[in-house]
């Protein structure tokens, strides 16, 4: 049986309601459903949904641009509120959890000693600064403040790493599959079929890479280093 509850979305001093199904719109939340109109109840846009109280179009086109229903929903599901059981809502902020300690971890050094961040590491400072985290805002948006809050903890400072690969021309072919997924910038096939690249990557990035690499050449390779 469907669930039928109102998500609201505020803006510019004005309210935008909506009927959706409760568990089709987590579903939608979380990725499963990807169709923002299988998650309506009625193609309709209220100001005050139990009343049945539409809103004016011209207000519907100020604040969303559109007054195409499934650019409307998509937004009120993704931006505004809606009603979710308290075990969905606490798995929303679990996933959301993990992929701002995700962005954190590999975009962030430790500006003491130029060193990645752990992601335990991360997740314990988030713990001892009670940060709070919410269900219904991306995980881009929330790291600054997220930042804000565990920066007194643990210092991190956001960066880009560049390195210097030469490869020999044993390994250079199956190295360079790595070096194109983590982002060339530049290369350079040599005579004897050894290859020189330059990468810029995320510096939280930088163990992993290195460790591929080291691995895929049996740690004869020649790498340079620059924050």
Sequence with gaps: MSKTVVAKYSHMGEEFEIF????????????????????????????????????SQD???????TTDIIQITETILKKGEVP?????????VQEKKKQIINII????????????????RIESAMEQARVNIE?????????EAVLKRINPILPIKFATMKIE????????????GVLKHY????EEWLSNGSLKANLEFPAGLRDEI????????KGEIQIKTEV
């Design 165 to 176: 690969v030469n490869i020999p021309a044993s390994y250079a072919n199956r190295c360079y």
């Design 135 to 143: 269900p219904f805002k991306s995980a881009t948006e929330q790291v």
């Design 20 to 55: 959706v199904d409760s568990d089709l719109a987590y579903d939608f939340i979380i990725g499963k459903i990807k169709d923002p109109l299988k998650v309506l109840q009625a193609e309709e846009v209220f100001k005050d949904a139990n009343k049945g109280e539409r809103q």
């Design 183 to 186: 982002g060339i910038k530049s």
């Design 59 to 65: 207000k519907i086109k100020k604040v969303f641009n």
């Design 84 to 92: 979710i059981t308290t075990e969905q809502r606490n798995k929303l």
């Design 105 to 120: 971890a590999i975009n962030s050094i430790d500006p003491r000693t130029n060193a990645p961040h752990t992601s335990q």
């Design 210 to 217: 290195l460790e591929k690499l080291n691995s895929l050449t």
